[in-house]
């Protein structure tokens, strides 16, 4: 028994955690149900690390020290489960199971509380940062019993990114809460992608741009406050063209594929009840480029309008600049509302400031902005909406105009910006006193007899004896249609 830690799961992200594991002073022991690629990893790039491998749970269990600590990298879902089936019999008490891969936060819930009866330690975490991430420094996003992560917070916080010398990697929360905040991560990173793609898309169809002006474009936007890591290696595919001398980007199938978590971060947006409209819309932009046929035979039928852009091309390249980072922010709102309430819901106690911080090096969304964040929950540790913050407030107030005006423009020339156009209502619904839902609440007590709350002549919530909101029916079928006190 020499081995700090266990693998299993031997893609490409298992095997550049486990180089980078050994990297870091760790002794490495690895498995895989496909046995052939222990042995292809241990004679190719992990030959002369020390880095040992299995053919068999029990082989590799007697590698590791107590108590043992294994990191699933495998297909979440039914594989996980898998594992931890083969896993249990051959542990024992504080032994601990470390689930690496994408899993469902509930998945995580329930693995987690099933463990936890038998005496073994678990921990959900999201790793972000993709194959370069795993093997040079990930964030890592762990959820589990406290005592479990300082097991092995040692390995987590010496692998995971640092910036300015802290590490993207701290205890995130118990159960699943280190699996939920990553879902919310991929569902903000699936905003963050569509939003960048309509800013290319207007600048390709309505101001005529080439690849290599984009390039210049995206990579000025690096620069300044839409530095990312997105921008980044979005003005780098622009860099890169085809065999046959076509933009690289031009001969791309435009056919988005998803793995789930953006639906997942949908889903519990629905199940909480919480607005996050953009991060749905940038799901839906996904479903709609999958149907490439039927698109390419409406667009023979269905037409739009007609029209050119007459505009200054400099003054629209700011208006898209500035559209793009004001989306974003409505994003990441949307985004730290939901785990804000999540942490709620769940008891988690979640640190939103701290998570920011963790997202800053290794993950796919790392940017500039993200100490922004951080610095709002200082100002405020209770603020309930990022577009509440002083900083957030002034850039969307000076954004504003370029924003709408980029919409606008987007839908008289029948150019597609559902997350732009969704983060923008989102504003406008955040910011308005009173919305029109009144009237949807007087149709469902009409067909439905659902009641309603009722204002007082001073616009205020009438209440009842105890402060509560009183609530109320119309009788609407009748003639004169007489309005009760629901009791």
């Given at each position: 028994m020499s081995a700090d830690i266990g693998l299993i799961g031997l893609a490409v992200m298992g095997e550049n955690l486990a180089l980078n594991m050994e990297s870091k002073g760790f002794e490495v022991a690895v498995f895989n149900r496909t046995i052939s690629r222990v042995d292809a990893f241990l004679s190719g790039s992990a030959k002369g690390k020390n880095i040992t491998g299995a053919h068999s749970i029990p082989d590799f269990l007697s590698q590791l020290k107590s108590p043992k600590k294994i990191i699933l990298m495998v297909k979440a879902g039914e594989p996980v489960d898998a594992f931890i089936?083969?896993?249990v019999p051959h542990l024992s008490k504080g032994d601990l199971i470390i689930d690496g891969g994408n899993s469902n936060f509930n998945d995580t819930t329930r693995r987690h509380e099933e463990l936890s009866n038998q005496e073994i330690l678990y921990i959900g975490t999201g790793i972000s940062g993709g194959e370069?991430?795993?093997?040079?420094?990930?964030?890592?996003?762990?959820?589990?019993s406290p005592e479990a992560y300082e097991l092995v917070e040692p390995i987590f916080t010496k692998?995971?990114?640092?910036?300015e010398g802290t590490p993207c990697c701290s205890y995130i929360g118990p159960n699943g809460a280190g699996h939920?905040?990553?879902?919310?991560?991929?569902?903000?990173?699936?905003?963050?992608?569509?939003?960048?793609c309509e800013a290319y898309s207007l600048m390709k169809s309505v101001l005529g741009l080439d690849a290599e002006e984009m390039q210049k474009v995206f990579n000025e936007w690096n620069q300044g406050e839409l530095n990312s890591y997105l921008i980044e290696i979005t003005a780098d595919i622009f860099t890169q063209f085809d065999d046959g001398g076509s933009p690289f980007v031009d001969v791309v199938l435009d056919q988005a594929g998803q793995k789930g978590t953006g639906k997942w971060t949908s889903i519990s947006a629905l199940d909480l009840g919480?607005?996050?409209?953009?991060?749905?819309?940038?799901?839906?932009?996904?479903?709609i480029s999958a149907i490439k046929s039927e698109?390419?035979?409406?667009?023979?039928?269905?037409?739009?309008?007609?029209?050119?852009?007459?505009?200054?091309?400099e003054e629209t390249l700011k208006a898209i600049h500035d559209a793009l980072y004001a989306a974003k922010i409505c994003s990441y709102a949307q985004g730290f509302a939901l785990m804000r309430e999540a942490s709620t819901e769940y008891d988690w106690?979640?640190?939103?400031?701290?998570i920011a911080l963790g997202w800053r090096g290794g993950c796919i969304i790392r940017a500039k902005f993200l100490h922004r964040i951080a610095d709002a929950f200082d100002r405020n540790p209770d603020l309930p909406n990022l577009l509440l913050d002083s900083y957030f407030r002034d850039v969307i107030e000076t954004a504003q105009p370029h924003w709408r005006n980029v919409i606008s423009t987007a839908t008289q020339l029948g150019v597609p910006v559902p997350a732009f156009s969704s983060a923008l209502a989102y504003f406008d619904s955040y910011r308005s006193s009173r919305l029109s839902a009144n009237l949807i609440q007087a149709m469902r007590d009409y067909f439905g007899?659902?009641?309603?709350?009722?204002?007082?002549?001073?616009g205020n919530i009438i209440v009842d004896k105890d402060g509560e909101p009183k609530v109320f029916h119309t009788e609407w079928m009748l003639e004169n249609r007489p309005e009760i006190t629901v009791e």
């Open positions: 089936e083969l896993l370069e991430g795993a093997l040079k420094g990930p964030a890592m996003m762990p959820g589990g692998i995971a990114a640092q910036v939920y905040v990553k879902m919310v991560h991929n569902g903000i990173e699936y905003c963050d992608m569509q939003l960048i919480i607005s996050a409209p953009t991060i749905a819309e940038a799901v839906f932009a996904r479903c698109r390419v035979d409406a667009a023979e039928v269905i037409k739009g309008p007609i029209g050119t852009f007459d505009g200054d091309r106690d979640l640190d939103l400031g701290n007899a659902h009641t309603y709350n009722k204002l007082d002549n001073d």
